[in-house]
């Protein structure tokens, strides 16, 4: 699908010029200066009429008359998008943004996931989100951490390639606490761990390597790795957790990324025997492991098994942490644990890309991880996610119990709900969206079944039960054509 493009027209209501003159000289004023490109779509006509507080006419008129001048074109039931430029590039000396944002190796998202980020902020319930709702952010904590940090600033300068050298010492203590042992040295502060995923990408991986994940995989998500062509291999996984043993022996560049507490999007655990198998076959085979842990604290049943970084003698595992999903994702903060030589290539390559992750929000992290009451802090938003947990498996039971099946996640935010393979999912995540529900389908994960992933932790649990209701009738609809 099309992007859609940014509208934020200004309507003039006392000007002289009639409003649908107005708005062909805004469509032609973004096309030229290059905001808008070629093949990009524009709101419904019904979308910008309600927006505006206009008449439908004169969204009508002046769309008529862009097609008619050829900037845009209207095809019945695929909406309105922009046509062309080449007339306005005649006109000006606008260089040709429709060749130059394509041209770079960072490849687009996919369509479904730029649907999501767009519709993200104007979407009533989110289904979707990976983050904690505003009533489970923990205001008032980081509330205290912000005005400490404001007091402790004496200046605002750039950090040591690491980062924050007490953030570091802090992490070491709470790595301990998972049975972690490590040193400052060890650690690298990230924007992040998305941050560290790109690292590892530009600074370790060969071009053409091969990644291994779940079949349904996070990772298979974003498109970091497009950009050196790395070969996705989906592994199977079996109720101990990830069937390592189909990776072959192999003198080709091969590594694993894996989820192994509450993955996203199946909401799994591996066992502790998976856990030591995995790296005994790693140290064995030399492979490399890449060990998300961005769930670990957020346990809702009992504390989960030790990282495999806890297991790891040999140095196989680049460890991945964040507060994105148990404090704030807006911190930007994320830390990578690995090897030396490691940790400083991509400081390194780091300090080229943005001279260090914020310091505000690393000296906050250092107040919050270290409050006396952060453990009680966590503890709460445990109880409340587990309340969420039980009302969402309560929604889902009395509105899809007859039609489709979902895991009892341990921890985390997420419920894999498998559907009927007859229904349609990209029908369904758009017939979800125009009635107010966004909801990630397991495709964009890579999923081989039909599946959506549904959070828990940003809608409350009225609005849970709202959207699992809308969804249960669409399927409905679906299944009974
Ligand atoms: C498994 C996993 N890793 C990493 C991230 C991104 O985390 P961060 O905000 O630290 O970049 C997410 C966010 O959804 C995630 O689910």
Same mark, same amino acid.
């Given at each position: 699908?099309?992007q859609?493009?940014?509208f934020?027209?200004?309507?003039q209501?006392e000007?002289?010029t009639p ?7 805004y ?12 093949g ?6 019904r979308?910008?009429?309600?927006t505006?507080?206009?008449n439908?006419?004169?969204i ?5 008359e ?8 209207t ?22 943004w429709q ?13 479904t996931?730029?649907t999501?980020?767009q ?5 009533p319930i ?7 709702g ?5 205001r ?8 400490q940090?404001a ?9 040591? @390639?690491?980062?924050?050298?007490a #953030? ?6 709470? +790595? /301990?606490?998972w049975?972690? *042992?490590?040193? =400052?040295?060890n ?10 995923l790109q ?11 091969t990644?291994y ?11 970091v ?14 109720e101990?957790?990830?069937a390592?043993w ?16 509450f993955?996203n999007p199946?909401?799994?655990v ?17 492979l ?5 842990? @961005?769930?670990?604290e957020l346990? #809702?049943?009992?504390?989960?098994p030790l990282? +495999? /970084?806890a297991?790891?003698? *040999?140095?196989? =595992? ?13 911190l930007?903060?994320g830390?990578?644990v690995g ?12 300090m ?5 992750a914020?310091?505000?929000?690393q000296?906050?992290?250092v107040?919050?991880l ?14 409340q ?8 498996l309560?929604?889902?039971t009395?509105t899809?119990g007859?039609l489709?099946?979902w895991?009892?996640?341990?921890g985390?935010?997420?419920?894999w ?11 369904l995540f758009q017939?979800?969206l ?9 495709t ?13 932790a940003y ?22 054509r």
């Amino acid at each position: 699908m099309a992007q859609t493009v940014q509208f934020r027209w200004q309507p003039q209501r006392e000007s002289a010029t009639p409003l649908y003159q107005q708005l062909i000289t805004y469509c032609v004023t973004q096309i030229r200066q290059g905001n808008w490109l070629v093949g990009q779509q524009l709101p419904p006509q019904r979308e910008l009429a309600q927006t505006y507080r206009v008449n439908r006419s004169t969204i009508h008129t002046a769309i008529a008359e862009l097609q008619a001048l050829g900037v845009v074109m209207t095809a019945h039931g695929r909406g309105t998008r922009v046509a062309s430029n080449s007339w306005s590039t005649l006109l000006s000396a606008t260089p040709d943004w429709q060749r130059w944002v394509h041209a770079g190796e960072f490849s687009a998202n996919q369509p479904t996931i730029q649907t999501i980020n767009q519709r993200e902020f104007t979407t009533p319930i989110r289904l979707s989100t990976g983050e904690l709702g505003p009533d489970l952010f923990p205001r008032r904590a980081v509330q205290t951490a912000m005005h400490q940090a404001a007091d402790q600033l004496t200046t605002l300068n750039y950090l040591p @390639a690491l980062g924050s050298l007490a #953030l570091r010492e802090a992490l070491v203590q709470r +790595l /301990k606490t998972w049975g972690v *042992q490590t040193t =400052v040295d060890n650690i690298l502060i990230t924007s992040g761990s998305l941050q560290a995923l790109q690292l590892i990408t530009a600074a370790l991986l060969k071009p053409g390597t091969t990644v291994y994940t779940a079949a349904a995989s996070y990772l298979r998500s974003l498109r970091v790795l497009e950009s050196v062509q790395a070969k996705w291999a989906p592994l199977p996984v079996d109720e101990q957790g990830l069937a390592y043993w189909h990776i072959p022996v192999s003198p080709q560049p091969q590594l694993l990324y894996t989820v192994p507490t509450f993955d996203n999007p199946l909401g799994t655990v591996m066992t502790v025997q998976r856990r030591t198998d995995l790296l005994t076959f790693a140290q064995k085979y030399q492979l490399p492991i890449i060990e998300d842990t @961005a769930y670990q604290e957020l346990w #809702l049943d009992q504390r989960p098994p030790l990282p +495999l /970084k806890a297991h790891d003698t *040999q140095g196989n =595992v680049l460890y991945l942490g964040t507060v994105s999903k148990d404090l704030a994702p807006g911190l930007r903060v994320g830390w990578l644990v690995g090897p030396q030589a490691v940790v400083a290539r991509l400081a390194d390559v780091k300090m080229q890309m943005d001279y260090g992750a914020s310091t505000l929000s690393q000296q906050t992290l250092v107040n919050l991880l270290t409050a006396p009451d952060y453990p009680r802090t966590l503890q709460r938003l445990r109880d409340q996610l587990r309340e969420r947990r039980e009302a969402a498996l309560a929604s889902l039971t009395a509105t899809l119990g007859d039609l489709a099946t979902w895991n009892r996640p341990a921890g985390g935010f997420y419920l894999w709900v498998q559907l009927p393979a007859k229904v349609e999912l990209p029908r369904l995540f758009q017939a979800a969206l125009a009635q107010g529900v966004l909801a990630n389908p397991g495709t964009v994960y890579g999923a081989p079944t039909n599946a959506l992933r549904l959070s828990y932790a940003y809608a409350t649990p009225a609005e849970f039960r709202r959207g699992v209701t809308i969804l249960a009738t669409l399927i409905r609809q679906q299944l009974s054509r």
